[in-house]
T-cell receptor
Framework: DTEVTQTPKHLVMGMTNKKSLKCEQH?????MYWYKQKAKKPPELMFV???????INESVPSRFSPECPNSSLLNLHLHALQPEDSALYLC?????????????FGPGTRLTVL | AQSVTQLGSHVSVSEGALVLLRCNYS??????LFWYVQYPNQGLQLLLK??????LVKGINGFEAEFKKSETSFHLTKPSAHMSDAAEYFC??????????????FGKGTKLSVKP
């Protein structure tokens, strides 16, 4: 099973709302990633968790708050977002955080901020 | 710093024709290179990757890529295009410096259109 699942598939939220994105994998991977992809652009790395610890935070605004409750789950908590945060949010996982490890991507959550 | 450049934001081919998507990399160390495909409103799927060893890498769906160090290239090819190949293709290099090892640095992508 090489599947990464993400919920919800679509999310519309106002600028004052609090919502969460969820990502799950059962491949025994110990590295998990959040990417942001704007329309017609490549994915941009936001956060990396390695062995449930935050490894990389690519200078992402604090209105995005990641959480890794266990080795299979990765959440992204959203609060006070701006319309420019509307994008496709992709989760990925790999066996380890290493340059030769393949990252497996989920289908993404399409977020619209009104 | 490492980077990849994809030449051509949009490539159009006829069904049955050769597909050639170009990717050049910049890296001061031996690179680890990847090609991903993204269908509309979906996540990314790995087509193939080069780490070490054989420079001609075969992937899924009939795609292959050749690592050419002298040309700093990793072009993606498929002998005969199918309509189902229409998608966005991303070339990526894995970072191997500092605390960012393994993170993917993507090119801007090439949209492949296949005409009947």
């Amino acid at each position: 099973d090489t599947e990464v699942t993400q919920t919800p598939k679509h999310l519309v939220m106002g600028m004052t709302n609090k919502k969460s994105l969820k990502c799950e994998q059962h491949m025994g991977h110990r590295a998990m990633y959040w990417y942001k992809q704007k329309a017609k652009k490549p994915p941009e790395l936001m956060f990396v968790y390695s062995y449930e610890k935050l490894s990389i935070n690519e200078s992402v605004p604090s209105r995005f708050s990641p959480e890794c409750p266990n080795s299979s789950l990765l959440n992204l908590h959203l609060h006070a977002l701006q319309p420019e945060d509307s994008a496709l949010y992709l989760c990925a996982s790999s066996l380890r955080e290493g340059p030769t490890d393949t990252q497996y991507f989920g289908p993404g959550t399409r977020l619209t901020v009104l | 710093a490492q980077s990849v450049t994809q030449l051509g934001s949009h490539v159009s081919v006829s069904e049955g024709a050769l597909v050639l998507l170009r990717c050049n990399y910049s890296s001061s160390v031996p690179p680890y290179l990847f090609w991903y495909v993204q269908y509309p409103n979906q996540g990314l799927q790995l087509l193939l990757k080069y780490t070490t060893g054989a420079t001609l890498v075969k992937g899924i769906n009939g795609f292959e890529a050749e690592f050419k160090k002298s040309e700093t290239s990793f072009h993606l090819t498929k002998p005969s295009a199918h309509m189902s190949d229409a998608a966005e293709y991303f070339c990526a290099v894995a970072a191997v410096y500092g605390g960012s090892q393994g993170n993917l640095i993507f090119g801007k992508g090439t949209k492949l259109s296949v005409k009947p």
